[in-house]
């Protein structure tokens, strides 16, 4: 497997670290696509086959590098961060280097995140492209559903799609998705878009207003 190239995002005032492989995101995983070796800290698998792809380390400032109980993180797997300049380096050496080039504060799409979280329409627009600009996937969705919100459905959906391959078994992801398609007039995609959010939701996902959504789909 080829080593995966790590996208470092720090927040300080929530105290975590994430780190995995540029374009994926640590959002709605299910148990089977994290290896988790304490309470602090656990790999990241792909959902196609299982390897890891990176790691979380919650508590990050006080997290102990050096607990022996954790020492599997000093060895395979091994990733290449390109911000910290490293390549070939496990878990441990990553964490290492965060901790001293971030220094306590947090990454740019962090800032950016939380700037974005406070404005709305256009400014929240900007600031969420900016996120997303930075590196941040997790931006797709929140860029998605600002834009739908503005009635602006073409361009909120490349975005809220691509969330919704990267976070195929969120609910409210495949509900986004259907209402820009719906804005859209693609009305047989938006369908099959809040089908699956009931679907998910009948799994257990978060509610949605998915049914009330197709309903008046159907009703047209």
């Not at 965060?98 to 929240?124: C, D, W």
């Not at 739908?148 to 490349?158: I, K, N, Q, S, T």
């Not at 969120?170 to 259907?178: H, P, S």
Request: proline share 3%; glycine share 8%; aromatic share 10%.
């Amino acid at each position: 497997m080829k080593r995966p190239r790590l996208y470092l995002s720090h927040d300080a005032e929530y105290d975590w670290l994430i780190a995995v492989a540029f374009g994926a995101v640590d959002d709605q995983l299910s148990e089977e696509e994290r290896r988790i070796l304490s309470e602090q800290f656990c790999y990241v698998l792909d959902r196609s086959g299982g390897d890891p792809i990176g790691f979380t380390i919650l508590d990050f400032s006080e997290f102990d590098i050096e607990d022996r109980e954790l020492a599997e993180i000093w060895q395979e797997p091994r990733f290449d961060a390109p911000v910290l300049g490293l390549t070939n380096v496990s878990a441990g050496e990553i964490a290492t280097a965060a901790r001293t080039y971030f220094g306590g504060v947090s990454s740019l799409n962090r800032t950016y995140f939380g700037q974005a979280t406070n404005l709305t329409g256009e400014e929240a627009v900007d600031a969420w492209r900016a996120c997303l600009e930075s590196g941040d996937s997790m931006a797709h969705y929140a860029l998605g559903y600002t834009l739908v919100e503005l009635g602006r459905h073409r361009e909120a959906y490349p975005h809220l799609r691509a969330y919704a391959d990267l976070v195929p078994s969120t609910a409210w992801a495949w509900c986004w998705l259907g209402k820009a398609c719906t804005g859209m007039g693609e009305l047989v995609e938006a369908r099959r878009a809040f089908e699956r959010a009931l679907a998910l939701e009948a799994e257990g996902a978060d509610e949605t207003d998915a049914e009330e959504l197709l309903a008046q789909l159907v009703s047209r």
